[in-house]
Each structure stands twice: as structure tokens, then as C-alpha cells.
């Protein structure tokens, strides 16, 4: 009798957990086939730490072959779904398509950026969703940084100085208030650098940060990030963006060059693929995370709609917690659907939150004990330590250096900013130059560049004009990348063959979304 075939498409916070638990139930009893467009799962709730400098990309990661030693990795992104052949279509890092099958399919793709119809940030903002724009962010402060302090016109110095996040949620509060810190220190007793004052911008159409936390929560994250020179901007959004800068919805115009997008994420668009019920982009599934119809397939995370058994007629928000949660009962469910064990539905109870503002302050929650100061950053970074599933070494000295050493404030080039836009289906990889392209000067390094990056990251993501975009270095985005007539290194121009699975970049963004620009996030947004 041949052994069970699962197939589990995406490695977050959801599809890790099931592939991890599964491989301990199953006992080499099934086959478990895991696909993921990278070797690694990417522990998410680190990544503002990683652009500011203080920890290294492959601290967040964790090696999925290494951990997962009963389950077969494969590398692609999946396209299409057969659900009546029971097939998963993928394509592969270098372009070669393949297909897998399965008795039981786990859908834990994850999630993307979100996008809102406002003129210009697709083309001039980045998200913040993967290594590679926490990498490109990385660069891109320290490089408009150096480009200030060397710019003899003082409205230039302070366009390059000055840094627009929009979305006050979990992630983007991180993002500015880590921001804060690292511009800071570049600019700090540096004798050629005396009177720049790097200016963050803390953006949300909310009338205050943090607004899906505890109110305590959000006034402690609004102290610190204020007392630290962070402008926070409530019941404000962006109105249109340029090169040159952001309108805000109050009609001030911010002479920027760069916009750092965390409004939230949407599903990845392989859900709505196939054809099923869904609520609100999210695949819809019953409180033991099967798909009704379909009793072969699961589906958790940020892809799937989860009943709220603990708050009827409402589902679970798109957050790590309930993902990581949801991966291990669904892991159980599809041992039990294989005759091991019972079904369980999905419970949670919140245990707390916890928000890292930088150095030693931080707002948590635990338990519903409501901390501030360096008892919450201790209670953070060992929150951290704890749920993350390996690297907790190597996170805990990173974190000691950077309390006795000076940070290093380089820029290593390995990410360019046509490689990382905004509008795609795959934030976890960076584009590269493809086809008859390479042969032309400068593509050969960009694409050593963009793939060598992210720590042993997989290399495939096509390139190629992605609709509603700029093209390249070509485009005119925020963030000291080669404009048009400047030299340096720029993707092949015109379509063609990509070496790598594009992923419905051409999705797009909901029109009637009553959040509006800067809605904010829910807490650890998304699970991949």
C-alpha cells in the first residue's frame, strides 16, 4: 500500500508549523512535500531589525531542509491548482515548470503587500514584506544619508533626510521607530555631518498608532516614538506620490525620496484562483480549516478566512500568532483525515502582544500586564527568542553587539530598487535581468547583485516590465537609484524570457477598500 501523498504550498508562519508538525505525526508514514520559492522560512517579526542594522538577513531565517528532515523541499512558486486532478503547477527558481500530486493539499501561501489606488505608490514606494526590501531598505537610508551630507543645496540635504512611512500598524511603527535610531546614528558626532537631523514621518488615516492593539499599547508606542523625533501623522494618508516627494491628504507636500508602504497585506492571489468561496480574498474553510466540498484540502494562514470561534460571525485577522496556531491544528486535522487521531476545530486566546520601538524600549502586554521600558524590551526579545524556531544564538549575540559596537552604516549594492517593487506577488524574491538582456552591459552585474543577496536567498524572480510600473532604474523612483540617462546597472528593457516563475503581477488592487490609504495592519502582518 503506497504511503499518502501531502503536499503544503508555502513555508511561513502557517505551512512551516503544519510541515514541521506533520513530519512528528506522520513518522515517515506520508509523503510530505513542501513548496516554497525559497529554502528558508522568514521569521517576520525581526525583519525592521535586519533594515535597521542590527541583525544579519540569515538570523531571521531558518533553513527548511535542515529542520525539516522528514519532508522533501521543493523550490517554485505554484501557479495553478487542479483540484479535480489533485495536481499543484509550479514553476521552478530557473524557469523549469513541474507539477506535484497529492491526497491532501495544504494551502498556506501567505500573503503580499497591499495596494490602494493612490496615484504613484506603485511606481515610487516599496513595501516591506520580504528580506529584499528589508535589505533595499537597509541601503537605501544609509546611501540618502550620504548623499545629504555631501549635497550642497540645504532643501536637497533635507529631502534625502527625510523618510515617509505609511501605516502605523505593527509593522510600520517598527519600521520608523528602528528607522529613527539607525539615521540617527550615522549622523551622530560625525564631525562632517553636524546640523543634519534625519526626519521620519509616521503616516495612518487612524486617529492613533497601534489602532488594532490596546490602547495602552498604542499611547506607550506613541510617546517613545515622539520623545525619539518621530512626526506622527494620525487621520492623515498619502495623496498621490512622485519623485520628488508624498502629497498628504491635508494638501502638505513632503519633499522625500523615499516611502516605505506598510497599509497591510492582501492574500496571495493564488486563492482566488481557484474558483472556491472566499471572504474577502481569503479562501473560505470551516473551524477544522478544511475547505468545504473538498475534504482533501486545508487551507491556514493569511490565505484562508477562519471562523472566530471565540467571536461568532467574525474571522481571524491576518497575523503570525493565529497562523503559527493555525498550522499546528491543521497538522493534526490532516493527520486525523488519514485515519490518526480526531479533528480538532481552531481556538485561540490571546496571550499579550509585544512592539520592539528600538534600543531598550518596547510596549507589551503579556498576559494583559501592560509594560513599558526596558522591562518590555526584555519581555520582547524574549518573547522572540522563544517563538522562533531556530537561530536563537546567533540572534541573542547579534543583539549584544549592538549594544557594545557601533553599527555598520555601508551600503552593499546587493539590491537595486527596480528589483523590488511594489506591486508583486512574490516580495520574498527579488527580480533579475533575464533573456537576451543579460548579454547587454550592466545586466550581468545586476543580476549577480539582486541574486546573491538575502543570505543563499533563491535567485529566480523574473523581470521584465511589470504592468503599471516603472521599468527599471529607468523609472523614476524615490531612493538615489540610476534615473534615466545615468549610468549603472538596469534591467534588459522590453519583455522576454524570464528564468523564473512570474507571479500575477498584474493583479489588481481592490478599488473600493473602505480602509483607505495608511489603514492599519494587524499585529505581525501576515504569515510569509
Known sequence: MSRPRIVIVGAGFAGYRTARTLSRLARGRADITLLNPTDYFLYLPLLPQVAAGILEPRRVTVSLSGTLRQARLVLGEADRIDLDARTVHYTGPEG??????????VLAAGSVNKLLPVPGVAEHAHGFRGLPEALYLRDHVTRQVELAAAADDPAECAARCTFVVVGAGYTGTEVAAHGQLFSDAQVHKHPMRTGMRPRWLLLDIADRVLPELDERLSRTADRVLRERGVDVRTGTSVKEATREGVLLSDGEFVDTRTLVWCVGVRPDPLAESLGLPMERGRLLVDPQLR????????????????????EPGQYTPMTAQH?????????H????????????????SDLGFVVDLGGVKAAANPLGVHLSGPVAG????????????????????DWLLDAVLPRQAVQLGLVRSWSVPLDTASPELAR???GPGRGEPGAEEASGQASGQASGQASGQ???QAAGQASGPTGSRPGGEPGKGRSGPRPPAGPHPAPGPVKRTDVP???????????PADPLEGDS
Open 291 to 310: 475547505v468545504p466540498g473538498r475534504p482533501e484540502v486545508f487551507a491556514c494562514g493569511d490565505a484562508a478566512a477562519v471562523p472566530d470561534l471565540e
Open 323 to 331: 497562523a503559527w496556531r493555525q498550522g499546528k491544528v491543521c497538522a
Open 432 to 434: 533579475v535581468p533575464s
Open 509 to 519: 488592487a481592490e478599488p473600493d477598500d473602505p480602509a483607505g490609504p495608511g489603514h
Open 378 to 397: 526584555a519581555v520582547t526579545r524574549g518573547y522572540h527568542l522563544a517563538a522562533m524556531p531556530g537561530n536563537r544564538v546567533r540572534v541573542a549575540a
Open 96 to 105: 523549469d515548470g513541474g507539477s506535484l500530486s497529492y491526497d491532501r493539499l
Open 333 to 348: 486535522n490532516v493527520a486525523a483525515s488519514l485515519g490518526d487521531g480526531e479533528p480538532r476545530p481552531y481556538r485561540h
Open 462 to 464: 523574473a523581470s521584465g
